[in-house]
């Protein structure tokens, strides 16, 4: 499955290759991602209307599209031929949560036997709809606190040391609680961490994002999720 380049994107390239050579004419700057594996911006969500498009899978009669995020999922059908649909990823022009949402796209043959898949994964970030809250104060209280579903970003090129390591995860440990190894598929992307309506319920939690194969570079935190609500304590 891949997302489709906007209209407006080949055309503000094409300009600027037919004007390159003219005196005095400066095209507008365009994005050029240029990784195809670790660079965050391709499995980035920057507006809730979203192109996904497809090759038909030989011998295929049907075929069926799951999205599955941490807040909400979405079930669809096409029929033979379809090569692409229009994802509305949320109602309105900024999200209102943020969210990591698994695709797979699943194609039957009339007989409904399994005749290929196609999967992907997108983010919905607040920073890329200009909403992100920036706190610049280490000590303050909001970096250690929790209240809904988390987007976790990560990249194995933060530092050189491991920007060729294979093998990443996630270690995520409740005090006197579960503790849950996530791998991680790609050298860059976002972690869905489902925190609301799960079995984690509130505490404290120590997040490891580990590189294989170095002895430093680990990233560690703690968080605490609190109780919705007001709490009133009494002495």
Partial sequence: MRRKVPAVLVLVTA??????????????????????????????????????????ATNAAT????ITGM???????FTGGTSNWLWQAFDSDVPAAEDVYALTLTFYTS????AGAL???LAVVTGAFGKASVDSLPESKTWGKI????????????????????TRRLVIAKTDGATQTNALEDA???????VRRSAWGYGTFGLALTFS???????????????????????
């Fill in 213 to 235: 194969g170095t002895a430093t570079n680990q990233w560690d935190t703690t968080l605490a999720r609190l109780p919705d609500g007001t709490m009133i304590r009494l002495q």
């Fill in 63 to 66: 075929a069926q599209l799951e």
């Fill in 71 to 77: 807040n909400k999922s979405v079930l669809t059908n």
């Fill in 147 to 166: 209240s809904k579903n988390v987007v976790i970003p990560y990249d194995s090129n933060w530092t050189n040391a491991t920007g060729d390591v294979a």
């Fill in 15 to 56: 300009g600027f290759m037919l004007d390159s050579g003219a005196a005095g004419i400066v095209s507008d700057p365009v994005e050029i991602y240029t990784s195809l594996n670790d660079n965050r911006s391709w499995s980035t969500v920057f507006t809730n209307r979203v192109p996904l498009a497809w090759d038909w």
């Fill in 119 to 121: 999967t992907s994964h």
């Fill in 111 to 114: 007989d409904f036997a399994v």
């Fill in 188 to 194: 860059a992307g976002y972690f869905g961490w489902k």
